[in-house]
């Protein structure tokens, strides 16, 4: 008798069991079976390198104003703001004198026309980037589909590592929330927020929908962009071709920037 | 025996102290919001997923798409039903649910969650400034 009390007992407990456990299960099929149906893909357009690179024939500028079209293409579509105070600049892409852009590389005595020309400089997307290493959140990281160096602001912590590691003060950190100070907002690209480091994506963006990045667009052919890992791209063939220096090399953060002086 | 009094007098009062927010707002839970849709948003039907899983896991499909998008630079959704869309919280979602305040604030108001992603994200980018 006692026992088969017992019995009923154990079979009510575990059916009790069972049917508890029955829509957790449930749930793991539906979430597997949603999951297993969507999918992610690269866009049709996409343009895809191995370690993308850049060549600025310098020749092609004289002034500040051949510049500004170019600087002013980035910074409107990248939403980059316009601070007067120097110690607050943002900035992505700009002009330095050849002292600055190429120390070491600058005789006592230059040619005038060296010495006076503005020189485009941008972060260098190196192939051995100390920013990466320097950088404790993994929020600057080296894409490894193509190696441009890129930021994933929304883990960036602003403790600015980074900058200190580049050798080449390619970032600008936001001191201030930068909204009020951008002219023109575009809306399809995010801000950034204050407390965050900010830098040239090489347009990964444009990229990503088949369209160059926005200075070299705007470039009229001075900048070349390509493939530096593509014997017959048209970056590649201007480096044959021509002499080419980059900055501060000796350091060996490999940058991928390339200059025709 | 007057202590003991004290200790139970003294045990309700923080009992019923304690338990003031449960017994007082018993009955009363504010009333979910309701989800308000633009037209643009009615008239597409499905988002990129069921109601019931965007509902539920907006955030993570969000989270899923900002790891794709800006570490592996792959930025096509194609959903369950074969559809594909570009994954972008600015250009995609806020295009048919352009009513941040009605759609996506009254939610997280009532559910006292504040995402920080229009820190840096347009919220309504067709919008004319
Ligand atoms: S230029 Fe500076 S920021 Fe750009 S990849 Fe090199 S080290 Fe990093
Ligand atoms: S400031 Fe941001 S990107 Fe730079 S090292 Fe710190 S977390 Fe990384
Ligand atoms: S590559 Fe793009 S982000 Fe970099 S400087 Fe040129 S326009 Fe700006």
């Known amino acids: 008798m006692d026992s088969s009390r017992r019995r009923v007992l154990q079979l009510l407990g575990l059916s009790a069991l069972g049917l508890s456990v029955k829509p957790v299960l449930n749930a793991f099929a539906e979430e597997a079976e949603q999951q297993a149906q969507a999918q992610i893909k690269r866009g049709e357009n996409a343009l895809s390198a191995q370690q993308w690179a850049m060549v600025v024939d310098t020749r092609a500028f004289e002034s500040e104003d051949d510049f500004a079209p170019l600087i002013e293409a980035c910074h409107k579509i990248h939403n980059v703001p ?39 400089v941008l972060c260098n997307h190196c192939e051995n980037p100390p920013c990466v290493r320097a950088c404790p959140t993994k929020a600057t990281f080296k894409r490894e589909s193509d190696g441009i160096v890129l930021m994933d602001f929304h883990r960036c912590i602003g403790c600015r590592f980074c900058m200190a590691a580049c050798p080449f003060g390619a970032r600008s950190f936001n001191f201030r929330d930068p909204r009020p100070f951008i002219k023109e907002t575009n809306k399809q690209f995010p801000t950034r927020m204050k407390g965050v480091v900010e830098k040239c994506n090489f347009c990964a963006e444009r990229l990503a929908v088949g369209q160059l990045p926005a200075c070299v667009a705007a470039s009229d052919g001075a900048l070349t962009f390509g493939d530096l890992y593509d014997p017959a791209s048209e970056v590649r063939e201007l480096i044959r071709t021509n002499f080419t220096i980059r ?10 920037v390339y200059y025709i002086v | ?35 308000i849709l633009t037209d643009k948003a009615k008239a597409a039907k499905v988002c990129v997923r ?5 509902k539920a896991e907006h955030m993570q499909l969000l989270d899923l798409w900002r790891d794709s998008v800006v570490r592996q630079g792959t930025r096509i959704y194609v959903s369950p039903s074969g559809k594909e ?12 649910h352009s009513n941040k305040a009605e759609f996506c604030d009254r939610c997280h108001n009532y559910a006292s969650v504040r995402p920080y992603c229009w820190d840096c ?9």
């Open chain 2, 1 to 35: 025996m007057s202590e003991k009094k004290l200790i139970i007098l003294g045990l309700i009062i923080f009992v019923v102290i304690v338990t003031f927010p449960l017994w007082y707002n018993r009955g009363k839970a504010a009333p979910a919001p309701e989800r």
């Open chain 2, 121 to 129: 994200h347009i919220d309504n980018p067709k919008e004319t400034s």
């Open chain 1, 82 to 120: 316009v601070l007067e105070n120097k110690r607050h600049e943002i900035k992505w892409i700009w002009t330095d004198h050849f002292h600055n852009a190429f120390p070491g590389k600058a005789a006592r005595f230059l040619s005038e026309e060296v010495e006076k020309r503005p020189f485009l």
């Open chain 2, 50 to 54: 069921s109601t019931d899983y965007m």
């Open chain 2, 85 to 96: 869309y570009n994954m972008s919280l600015s250009n995609r979602c806020l295009d048919c």
């Open chain 1, 247 to 256: 900055r501060k090399q000796t350091l060996g953060t490999e940058p991928s």
